[in-house]
């Protein structure tokens, strides 16, 4: 008897990477997990890596911080202002309302979870697609 008797056997069929709404979801969810990371740790800074040319000619990489900008700012009366950013315009959750209000900065990370749990089950797709739309419609000299 064959050990591939005993498993279940079926045909492979691989997510296709040019998924543009899987595509969308995946960046947008590296830029909640870089504003996680930003709550949580003041000091945190990602890196790039580059390759430069020294006087000599010869090449190497070099590591450098990455600016990262908050997506909450300070309201009026105390409160957290936290706008969410696709590219770089934050995204309109109804009409004319980008921001979702906080009562105080500790209320920032839970409300990234929240918002990365949504992204991942789908429910910010449309919205994340119009910003998306737009951005490609508009030439880049009238942006």
Do not use: C
Not at 1 to 9: A, E, H, T
Not at 91 to 115: D, H, M, R, S, W
Request: hydrophobic share 35%.
């Amino acid at each position: 008897m064959s050990i591939f008797d005993s498993l279940k056997l079926v045909q492979h069929t691989p997510q296709s990477a040019n998924n543009p709404v899987v595509n969308r979801r995946n960046k947008l969810v590296d830029k909640i997990d870089e504003q996680i990371s930003l709550a949580t740790d003041a000091g945190f800074a990602p890196t790039k890596t580059k390759w430069v040319t020294d006087e000599d000619g010869t090449q190497r990489k070099v590591e450098y911080a990455k600016r990262v900008k908050r997506w909450w700012t300070h309201g009026a009366g105390g409160s957290v202002l936290l706008t969410v950013r696709y590219g770089s315009k934050p995204l309109e959750f109804a009409k004319g309302k980008q921001a979702i209000e906080l009562a105080n900065v500790e209320e920032v990370e839970p409300t990234l979870q929240k918002i990365k749990e949504a992204v991942l089950a789908g429910e910010l797709d449309e919205i994340v697609e119009k910003q998306a739309t737009y951005a490609r419609s508009v030439p880049k000299a009238k942006r």
